[in-house]
T-cell receptor, first 116, second 109 residues
Framework: NAGVTQTPKFQVLKTGQSMTLQCAQD?????MSWYRQDPGMGLRLIHY???????DQGEVPNGYNVSRSTTEDFPLRLLSAAPSQTSVYFC???????????????FGAGTRLSVL | DAKTTQPTSMDCAEGRAANLPCNHS???????VYWYRQIHSQGPQYIIH???NNETNEMASLIITEDRKSSTLILPHATLRDTAVYYC??????????FGTGTRLTIIP
């Protein structure tokens, strides 16, 4: 199994450009989420989804949109990139949002984004 | 408010047991304790989780105090590859799953 796949691995944008970070999982997981990690910091939750068609905001949702049309995919859209969005973005998935073994999170390798 | 408190950094000699503490004094009865680690800039990796009882797997042991207000992750024989940031998370299922800043563990040769 591929697990959680994120594309691209690296991206450089100019201020004001838009782009979509892709995340796909092949484990039939219901719960998917996006985090950002700034240098020397922990992970901050951007958006999450508990199933197809259902999304909700995390700690730092401003400037980002998400949608979940299929179980497998959970893309993150930057509407108008700003230098403050320079970060490493991680996508994660788990079988369920229920606490316990079904909530073990599997992470992708990350997308390193620079906004100039 | 943070649900967990961890030391910012720790050192451990190679081959010794690494004991990483975590305080979660406001934990609720239905909340689990999870541990993840992040090696360099890779995606975090699951280590272990528990509710009340102590747990052990091939990677580590988790000791949870009887009052559940704190826990300790134990890496029994630390190697250089265990150098990483370790995150302790408390999660009950109905809230946002958030990570703190973790403990930076450095294994010293």
């Amino acid at each position: 199994n591929a697990g959680v796949t994120q594309t691209p691995k690296f991206q450089v944008l100019k201020t004001g450009q838009s782009m979509t970070l892709q995340c796909a999982q092949d484990m039939n997981h219901e719960y998917m989420s996006w985090y950002r990690q700034d240098p020397g910091m922990g992970l901050r939750l951007i958006h999450y989804s508990v199933g197809a068609g259902i999304t909700d905001q995390g700690e730092v949702p401003n400037g980002y949109n998400v949608s979940r049309s299929t179980t497998e995919d959970f893309p993150l859209r930057l509407l108008s990139a700003a230098p403050s969005q320079t970060s490493v973005y991680f996508c994660a998935s788990s079988y369920s949002r229920l606490a316990g073994p079904k909530n073990i999170q599997y992470f992708g390798a990350g997308t390193r984004l620079s906004v100039l | 408010d943070a649900k967990t408190t961890q030391p910012t950094s720790m050192d451990c000699a190679e081959g010794r047991a690494a004991n990483l503490p975590c305080n979660h004094s406001t934990i609720s009865g239905n909340e689990y304790v999870y541990w993840y680690r992040q090696i360099h800039s890779q995606g975090p990796q699951y280590i272990i989780h528990g509710l009340k009882n102590n747990e052990t797997n091939e990677m580590a042991s988790l000791i949870i105090t009887e009052d559940r207000k704190s826990s300790t992750l134990i890496l029994p024989h630390a190697t250089l590859r265990d150098t990483a940031v370790y995150y302790c998370i408390v999660y009950g299922g109905n809230e946002k799953l958030t990570f703190g800043t973790g403990t930076r563990l450095t294994i010293i040769p």
